[in-house]
C-alpha cells in the first residue's frame, strides 16, 4: 500500500515512524505529484491553520479534497482531524477544511496548552488494552452526521470516530511509541476501502 | 479516567507539534492576526521586538498583561510570551494568563546572574536558548521541553545562528562517536547531567525538539536554518521591522516548507521590498551580545 504523509508542516517524522513499525512504507506529500503516486494519506498533527494556508499555496488544497470525496482512504490527527471535519467551530474567520467527514469539530475544546492532558481511553473494540491517549490543545467532535462510527469518547465527546474509508482521532497516537491506531487505519480502514476502489 | 496535565509527553508533545513551522514575534494583536494570515504557527508576545530593545537600551520585561490578553483573543494559534531568565514570577503571572508556551530568554534583561526558572515546577511548557549543546543540556535538565539555538537576536545576521546550530550539532555528533565510558568525562565537559549526555549519545539528537532563532530575516536565512537541521526557526524582528511585514512572514513560511527547493524559495524571495536594515553582530560591542546571556 502506498501511503503519503502530508508534510506540509507539524509531526510528520512521527507518523513516519509509526507507519513504518505497522509495514507499510510512507513518502512524504509536499506537491500535487507526490500525492498522486499515494493511495492513502496520514494528515498529522500540526497546526491546522498552516497547513490549510500552505495546501493552498501549494496547489495541494483542492485535489486532496477531491481524492477524499471520492474514496481515498485518509487519517487525521489532531490538527488533521480538523482539516477532515466538514463543519468547524471557533476556527480562524474563513478557515477551509479539506472536508470528508460529516462532523462538527470544535477547535481547542479542551482548553489551551495548561489544558492539555493525557489519559488512558478505550478505543473501539479493535484494542483491549486502553490507549494512552495524548491531548495537545485538542479539539473534539462536538456533532456527528450520518454514516460516522464513534470509535472512543471523552466525558461524552467524540474523541475519535470514522466513516468507511476516514478515521480521525483528536489525540496523538504518534506521539506515544504505541501503533495500534495506526494499524487500525492500515489494515480495518485503508485496506476495505481501497478493495472497495478497485 | 484520570486525565494528567503538565506531563513531560504533552510539553514536549506540544514542541512536535510546532516542527516545520515559523514562530513570530509580535508586540501586538493587529501584528498577531498578520502572522497568523501569512501562516505562523505560534506568535510570541513580547513588549518590544529584539531591534528596538538594542536601539531605545533600557530594562526589557515581560509584556503587558492587557497586551497578552488582547494577542490571545485575536488569534486561534498557539500564543507564546517571553520571560525573564531566572524571573520565576514573571513565569507564574504568563502561567495564569493561559499562554501556552513560555520562553525564559536572553532577549530580555536577565532577571538572575546565576540560575534560571525550575521549570518542573510548572505545567505550562518552557522553550530555552542555547549556543551549544552544554547548555541546551542543562536547560533540558531544568525542565526545558524545547531548544532554541539563540544565534543573536534583533540583528539581522544570521552568522550566529549558523554558528550555534553548528555547534550543538557538532557536539551531538560528536558524542555518537565516543565509548561508553568516555561519557562521564564528556557529561563534566559539558558541564551537564550524564544521563541527557547518554541519552544524546545513544539517540543522535537532543531528547526535545530544536528550534533555531537569532538573526533570520529573509526566507534564504529560514530555509539555510532548516537544512542545518533546526526543526522550525523562530523570527523576531525580521518580519515587523521589514518593508512588506505580512508579505515576507508569508514568504519564511513557504521557504520553511521547501527549504530543500530553491526554486519554490527563490520565487518566496521575489519583490518583497526591503529586509530589515540589521548590524554586523561582529561590530557589536561584547556587553551588548544578548547570546552570551544564559549560564
Known amino acids: 500500500m502506498k501511503v503519503g504523509v502530508l508534510a506540509l508542516q507539524g509531526d510528520v517524522r512521527e507518523h513516519i515512524s509509526a507507519l513504518i513499525a505497522c509495514g507499510v512504507y510512507p513518502t512524504t506529500v509536499r506537491r500535487p505529484a507526490e500525492l498522486a503516486a499515494v493511495e492513502a494519506l496520514v494528515i498529522p498533527g500540526g497546526e491546522s491553520t498552516t497547513i490549510a494556508h500552505l495546501s493552498q499555496i501549494f496547489d495541494l488544497f483542492q485535489p486532496i479534497r477531491d481524492r477524499i470525496a471520492h474514496g481515498m482512504p485518509v487519517y487525521g490527527s489532531c490538527a488533521g482531524m480538523i482539516l477532515l471535519a466538514d463543519h468547524i467551530l471557533d476556527a480562524k474567520a474563513g478557515q477551509e477544511t479539506f472536508g470528508g467527514l460529516d462532523i462538527t469539530v470544535r477547535r481547542n475544546a479542551f482548553g489551551r496548552q495548561v489544558d492539555s492532558f493525557e489519559s488512558d481511553i478505550a478505543f473501539a473494540d479493535a484494542t483491549p488494552a486502553p490507549v494512552r491517549a495524548v491531548f495537545i490543545r485538542a479539539p473534539w467532535v462536538e456533532e456527528i452526521g450520518t454514516g460516522i462510527e464513534i470509535l472512543a469518547e471523552i466525558d461524552s465527546h467524540p474523541v475519535a470516530v470514522r466513516s468507511k474509508s476516514i478515521l480521525a482521532t483528536s489525540f496523538h497516537p504518534e506521539l506515544t511509541g504505541d501503533h495500534r491506531i495506526h494499524r487500525y487505519f492500515i489494515e480495518e480502514v485503508a485496506r476495505g476501502a481501497l478493495q472497495h476502489l478497485q | ?295
Open chain 2, 1 to 295: 479516567m484520570a486525565q494528567e496535565t503538565g506531563t513531560g509527553r504533552v510539553k514536549r508533545g506540544m514542541a512536535e507539534l510546532l516542527k516545520g513551522g515559523v514562530i513570530m514575534d509580535v508586540v501586538n494583536a493587529e501584528q498577531a492576526k498578520i502572522a497568523e494570515d501569512a501562516g505562523a504557527v505560534a506568535v510570541m508576545a513580547l513588549e518590544r521586538v529584539p531591534a528596538d530593545i538594542r536601539a531605545q537600551g533600557g530594562v526589557a520585561r515581560m509584556s503587558d498583561p492587557d497586551m497578552i490578553e488582547k494577542i490571545k483573543a485575536a488569534v486561534s494559534i498557539p500564543v507564546m510570551a517571553k520571560a525573564r531568565i531566572g524571573h520565576f514570577v514573571e513565569a507564574q503571572v504568563l502561567q495564569s494568563l493561559g499562554v501556552d508556551y513560555i520562553d525564559e530568554s536572553e532577549v530580555l534583561t536577565p532577571a538572575d546572574y546565576k540560575n534560571h526558572i525550575d521549570k518542573w515546577n510548572f505545567t505550562v511548557p518552557f522553550v530555552c536558548g542555547a549556543t551549544n549543546l552544554g547548555e541546551a543540556l542543562r536547560r533540558i535538565n531544568e525542565g526545558a521541553a524545547m531548544i532554541r539555538s539563540k544565534g543573536e537576536a534583533g540583528t539581522g545576521d544570521v552568522s550566529n545562528a549558523m554558528q550555534h546550530m553548528r555547534e550543538i550539532n557538532d557536539e551531538i555528533r560528536r558524542l555518537s562517536s565516543l565509548r561508553e565510558d568516555e561519557l562521564y568525562v564528556a557529561a563534566k565537559e559539558l558541564q551537564a547531567p550524564y544521563e541527557l549526555v547518554k541519552e544524546v549519545a545513544e539517540k543522535g539528537k537532543l531528547p526535545v525538539v530544536l528550534f533555531t532563532a537569532g538573526g533570520i530575516a529573509t526566507p534564504a536565512d529560514a530555509a539555510l536554518m532548516m537544512s542545518m537541521g533546526a526543526d522550525g526557526v523562530f523570527i523576531g524582528s525580521g518580519i515587523f521591522k521589514s518593508s512588506n511585514p505580512a508579505q515576507r512572514a508569508a514568504a519564511c513560511v513557504r521557504a520553511t516548507t521547501f527549504w530543500d527547493d530553491p526554486k519554490v524559495i527563490a520565487d518566496a524571495s521575489r519583490g518583497l521590498g526591503e529586509a530589515m536594515v540589521g548590524i554586523n553582530v561582529a561590530d557589536l560591542p561584547v556587553p551588548h551580545r544578548l547570546a552570551e546571556r544564559g549560564w
